[in-house]
């Protein structure tokens, strides 16, 4: 890099919230990863504007250079590392707060479960479905997660976000540009702060009951009991990929500490000692596996951050 990061990160971040050479594998759902250049703490929409211009005015690129880290669940850090800046939102980024008797402002760094609860407390139905999701809401955004015929494109009023020069905008639902698995946020470079989530009067009881019908659903079909990062492949159009990796009799099948769960074929668990590496080259070995046998190309979920070998 070309700045000198130890002085120019210390004028805006506390020295007690700058970490060099934090391991990753602390802050991924998947549990894997090598330590990242700096592990940055940041709590307020002022210093986050005051980084983001910086990096944007010194020619750093998001994810080559710095990267946004929530909750971690989506993401395989490499076991080399990552050779730049992870910001980590916190503070007044984890806020879930009524707005109005039907919308909740939510900081990016706020997981689902905290808005889903307070959904709930508050009589508000219509974000149940991301109850289970394991991971924050600025990813929920940036992907439109989803589940049991939910998504976030039905519930998001507006997102703020900081701009590359530092300055705060507001994207209305019409300029989300949501999509399977998609948002606007996955073609220019943003960072978001909170969104305000609209929802409808409901029964306490009965958000309660369809809250726990789903974690069931998730319990009884999914492998939560090892660390994973969730659905490990997007639906390709006309299939479901943990048939698909099923059918081309892939299930169960690992490398290294990393396997098909044999519980959900869609899942790649890590079985306790797996590397990133053996997460990656699993992940290879099933797309290739899968487009032989039924000419069908997997698209991952999972970011990759830091350099992987094929």
Known sequence: MKIDLDVKLSEIIPKQNIIKNEIMSRHTTFRTGGPADYFVKVGTKEALSKLIK????EGLTFSKDYYILGNGSNLLV???????????????????????????????????????????????KGFEFAHGIPGSIGGALVMNAGAYGGEMKQVVRSVTAIMEDGTEKIFSRDELEFDYRTSVFKRINCV?????????????????????????????????????AGSTFKRPEGYFA?????????????????????????????????????????????????????????????????????
């Open 78 to 124: 490499s076991d080399e590392g990552y050779r730049g800046i992870i910001l980590s939102l916190e503070g007044e980024f984890a806020e879930v707060v009524p707005e109005s008797d039907t919308v909740i402002r939510a900081g990016a760094a706020a997981l689902n479960v905290a808005v889903a609860n307070l959904a709930r407390d508050k009589e508000l």
């Open 54 to 57: 910086l990096f944007h005015e």
């Open 192 to 228: 978001i702060t909170d969104a305000l989530i609209e929802l409808e009067k409901g029964n306490r009881a009965d958000i309660e009951a369809l809250m726990e019908d789903l974690k069931n659903r998730r319990v009884s079909k999914q492998p939560l009991e090892y660390p994973s």
């Open 242 to 310: 943990g048939k698909l990796i099923e059918d081309a009799g892939l299930k169960g099948y690992s490398v290294g500490g990393a396997q098909v769960s044999e519980k959900h074929s869609g899942f790649v668990i890590n079985t306790g000692d797996a590397t990133s590496d053996d997460v990656y080259k699993l992940i290879c070995d099933v797309r290739k596996k899968v487009m032989e046998s039924f000419g069908v190309e997997l698209s991952p979920e999972v970011i990759l951050l830091g350099e992987f070998k094929a």
